[in-house]
Structure formats: structure tokens, C-alpha cells
Antibody, heavy 116, light 112 residues
Framework: QVQLVESGGDVVQPGRSLRLACAAA????????MHWVRQAPGKGLEWVAV????????NHVDSVKGRFTISRDNSENTLYLHMDRLRADDTAVYYC?????????WGQGTLVTVSS | DIVMTQTPLSLSVTPGQPASISCKSS???????????LYWYLQRPGQPPQLLIY???NRFSGVPDRFSGSGSGTDFTLKISRVEAEDVGLYYC?????????FGQGTKVEIK
């Protein structure tokens, strides 16, 4: 079954770190660029980061640059988002999504809550 | 960053009636390669977004033909020819001609 399954969401204090994972199944993971997109409670969609098929090219939205890092392990069919120095405004459901220019497959999302 | 502006922000539609959502971008989405990088997504309640339309007017696999997209440059429209109950949710336009990809604010469609 073609799917993406996120994990790693949690309640964390401001300033702490967290790593999200996205397990891919049912397709050749290494053939696709991958993204993280987030959605704060009751808000719209915000793109967070993209990584190329081989992991050598990455880009992050300005609000997370220097704090978040996208990475991937093609041997494990897994996408990651390492998040440092978390802030209250990082609270959101984080989705992984497949594609380059558009996102044709999304995971169900994992909730990250940053609160003291 | 490119700003995407959707109107209206909410829409209440009688089943079987048409609906239309407008999306305007702050810059042209026509790339030098000839493609226009404008997409439409539907997020049903409690679900992740799903791709409806890619590159302005192409329906994604499995999307009913009552959905259609049109437009060019900076002005785009998503139309539903006859709204059904399953069409309820938030509709987002998105551009990816340049990083970062940006979304419109979302249009909430509900059934009367």
C-alpha cells in the first residue's frame, strides 16, 4: 500500500529538541523529492522544508532556518525533521508529503506541542 | 515570498449547485519552461490535504470531473460544477514556481 506514516510528535518544553520521522511504503522512496508541511491549530498550511531525492539539496522556510534540519535515509525509506530550539509558534501538525513541485501523497500527520 | 490570496474565505452551497473559488498570486506563476505552477488541494475535516488539480487545470488521479481548474498568470479559479456532500472541507491553492511554496489562506466550503 502506497503510504507515508509520520511519528515522533510529542509535548515538549520551549527550547528543547525533537525528531520527527516519516516512513514511506509502497513506492520507490529514492525516486521522489520529499517535503514537510505544517498546520498550526485552526490555521492554514505552511511549507517547512524540502529535500532532493539523494539528500544533497535541502531548503527550509526562513522561520525555521538554523533550528530545523530535513534529512532522509533512502536505505530505510525514511524522511526526518530534526527540530532544535523549539518555540511555542512551532506548535502544529507536521505532515510529510511526496513530490517536487506538488504534493501528490501526504501522511496523516503528527502533532508537536511546544508548551511549558 | 509569493502571496496567494483566495476569495471567498467561506462558501455555503446547496447540494447540486455550482461553486467557484478564486486564487490570485502576487507574481506570475508562468515559468520559463512553459508550465504554470499552480495547484489546488482539498482538506476534508480531520484529514490531511489531498491533491485535486495540478498545473492549473489537470485533475489528479481519481478526482471527479465535476472539479475543474482554470486561469493563467496571476489569476486562477477552481470550480465545482455540482457540489456534493463529500466536497465539504477547506480548499487551498498553492504556488511552487519559487521557494518557498506558499498556500492561500484556505476557503471553507460547507453544505447548506
Amino acid at each position: 500500500q502506497v503510504q507515508l506514516v509520520e511519528s515522533g510528535g510529542d509535548v515538549v518544553q520551549p527550547g528543547r529538541s525533537l525528531r520527527l520521522a516519516c516512513a514511506a511504503a509502497g513506492f520507490t522512496f529514492s525516486d521522489y523529492g520529499m517535503h514537510w508541511v505544517r498546520q498550526a491549530p485552526g490555521k492554514g498550511l505552511e511549507w517547512v522544508a524540502v529535500i532532493s531525492t539523494d539528500g544533497t539539496k535541502k531548503n527550509h522556510v526562513d522561520s525555521v532556518k538554523g533550528r530545523f534540519t530535513i534529512s532522509r535515509d533512502n536505505s530505510e525509506n525514511t524522511l526526518y525533521l530534526h527540530m532544535d530550539r523549539l518555540r511555542a509558534d512551532d506548535t502544529a501538525v507536521y505532515y510529510c508529503a511526496r513530490g517536487l513541485r506538488h504534493f501528490d501523497l501526504w501522511g496523516q500527520g503528527t502533532l508537536v506541542t511546544v508548551s511549558s | 515570498d509569493i502571496v496567494m490570496t483566495q476569495t471567498p474565505l467561506s462558501l455555503s452551497v446547496t447540494p447540486g449547485q455550482p461553486a467557484s473559488i478564486s486564487c490570485k498570486s502576487s507574481q506570475s506563476l508562468l515559468h520559463s519552461d512553459g508550465d504554470t505552477y499552480l495547484y489546488w488541494y482539498l482538506q476534508r475535516p480531520g484529514q490531511p490535504p489531498q491533491l485535486l488539480i495540478y498545473e492549473v487545470s489537470n485533475r489528479f488521479s481519481g478526482v471527479p470531473d465535476r472539479f475543474s481548474g482554470s486561469g493563467s498568470g496571476t489569476d486562477f479559479t477552481l470550480k465545482i460544477s455540482r457540489v456534493e456532500a463529500e466536497d465539504v472541507g477547506l480548499y487551498y491553492c498553492m504556488q511552487s514556481i519559487q521557494l518557498p511554496p506558499t498556500f492561500g489562506q484556505g476557503t471553507k466550503v460547507e453544505i447548506k
